[in-house]
C-alpha cells in the first residue's frame, strides 16, 4: 500500500533513546516523517535529522499538544493528504498505519482514532487500564464522544479535519480538546484497533496516573480561556 | 484624625493619583482603572470612618467591621489572583504561536537553502 501523500508528525521530547527505532521503522512505510523537537536538550534532533525525518524545532519547550499542532500546520503547508500522529517513545506500531488510514482513504471517516481496547492485542498494565477508561467516561461526559480509547496518541486525520482542528492546550490536555473539536467541527470519526507496547522505556517516560488530575484541570479551564 | 487615619489616607490619594496617571498613559485600560479607583476609595472610606464598616458588617450580618474588611480583602486577593491565572495562560498561547511560527518558517528556509546553512 502506498502512503503517498501521508505525512507522520512525531512530537518528541528528550526522546533520544527510542527515537531512533521509532523513525526506523517508520521510515519503511514511505510516509513522509516530521519529527517536531519540543526544545530536547539531548540528541533527539540530530537522530531525528540523521534518520531522513523533517524536523521542526520549537525554541522554547511547549508541550505536546502545542507539538502536534506545530507538526499538522506543517503538513498543511506542504500538501498532505493524510496527518497521522506518532508519538515517539516506541509504544505504537508503524505496521498499524495502513489500517489507520483507509477508513480515510475509502472516504468513510475524516478522522480515525487508535484504540488499544478493540482488540485484546496489547497488554496494559491494571492500573493504566483503569484510569485510561476514566478517561473515557470523562470523555463520554465532557465531549459526548462514544469511544473506546480516549487517550491514544495514534490517530490519522483528513486534509479537511486536519485544517479544521486548532489544538490550543499546549500540554496533555490536548487530548480531550481534541475530541470536543472533532464534535464541534462535525467530522465524521472511526476507531480502528492497534497495539500499545508497554515497553520500560514508554512505562518510565509515560504520564503517571497521579498527573490526570491535573490534566482534568488543564482541560475544563482551557474550555474557557479563549 | 489618629496618624493611622492620616498616613491611610495619604497612600490612598497617592495610588488614586497614580491609578489616574497609569489609566492617562494607557498602562491600564479604562475599566480597570474604574475597579482600582472603586478599591481604593473604599479603603479610604473604611480608613476615614471605620464605623462605616460596622454598619455595613452588620447589614450583611456580620460580627465586627475588622472581620468585614477581612474577608473583602481575601476576596479581592482570589478574584486577583483568578484574573492573573488566566491572563498567564493567555500569555502562554501567545508564546506557543510565536514558537510555533519560527518551527514552521524556518524548516522552510532550511528546505529552500539547504547548503548554505549546512556549510556553517
Known amino acids: ?12 521530547y528528550n526522546e533520544a533513546e527510542a527515537i531512533g527505532g521509532v523513525l526506523e ?3 519503511r512505510t514511505a510516509a513522509t516523517i516530521v519529527v517536531v523537537d519540543d526544545c530536547s536538550t539531548d540528541a533527539t534532533a540530530a537522530i531525528a535529522r540523521a534518520a531522513g525525518a523533517t524536523v521542526l524545532r520549537h525554541a522554547v519547550n511547549r508541550g505536546q499538544g502545542a507539538s502536534l499542532q506545530t507538526g499538522i500546520r506543517y503538513a498543511l503547508t506542504r500538501g498532505a493528504k493524510i496527518v497521522v500522529t506518532f508519538d515517539s517513545d516506541g509504544q505504537h506500531d508503524a505496521a498499524d498505519l495502513a489500517a489507520l488510514v483507509a477508513p480515510i482513504r475509502a472516504g468513510r471517516a475524516e478522522v480515525v482514532l487508535g484504540s488499544r481496547f478493540l482488540e485484546p492485542r496489547s497488554a496494559i498494565p491494571p492500573a493504566r487500564r483503569l484510569l485510561l477508561k476514566l478517561a473515557v467516561v470523562f470523555t463520554r461526559i465532557t465531549s459526548g464522544m462514544r469511544v473506546t480509547d480516549a487517550h491514544n496518541g495514534l490517530r490519522a486525520l483528513s486534509r479537511r479535519a486536519a485544517a479544521s482542528i486548532d489544538i490550543k492546550l499546549d500540554r496533555m490536555a490536548h487530548a480531550s480538546e ?17 497495539s500499545v507496547r508497554y515497553t520500560p522505556y514508554a512505562r518510565r517516560k509515560g504520564q503517571r496516573g497521579v498527573h490526570a488530575l491535573r490534566v482534568a484541570f488543564d482541560y475544563l479551564v482551557g474550555r474557557w480561556v479563549r | 484624625m489618629t496618624n493611622f487615619q492620616t498616613i491611610g489616607l495619604t497612600i ?10 497609569a489609566a492617562a498613559a494607557r498602562a491600564i485600560n479604562r475599566r480597570a482603572a474604574l475597579v482600582w479607583i472603586a478599591v481604593w476609595i473604599a479603603a479610604a472610606a473604611a480608613i476615614a470612618r471605620p464605623a462605616l464598616t460596622m454598619t455595613v458588617a452588620h447589614f450583611l450580618g456580620i460580627g465586627r467591621g475588622a472581620d468585614l474588611v477581612f474577608y473583602c480583602a481575601i476576596l479581592f486577593m482570589l478574584i486577583a489572583f483568578f484574573y492573573v491565572y488566566l491572563r498567564f495562560k493567555r500569555l502562554e498561547r501567545e508564546i506557543t504561536t510565536i514558537v510555533r511560527h519560527l518551527a514552521i518558517r524556518d524548516s522552510v528556509a532550511d528546505a529552500e537553502a539547504p547548503p548554505e546553512r549546512s556549510s556553517r
Do not use: H, K, N, W
Open chain 1, 25 to 27: 521503522e517508520l521510515r
Open chain 1, 178 to 194: 481534541l475530541m470536543d473539536q472533532i464534535r464541534r467541527s462535525r467530522l465524521s470519526y472511526a476507531e480502528v484497533a492497534v
Open chain 2, 12 to 21: 490612598a490619594a497617592i495610588l488614586i493619583a497614580a491609578t489616574f496617571a
Open chain 1, 1 to 12: 500500500m502506498s502512503l503517498a501523500g501521508i505525512f507522520v508528525v512525531v512530537p518528541a
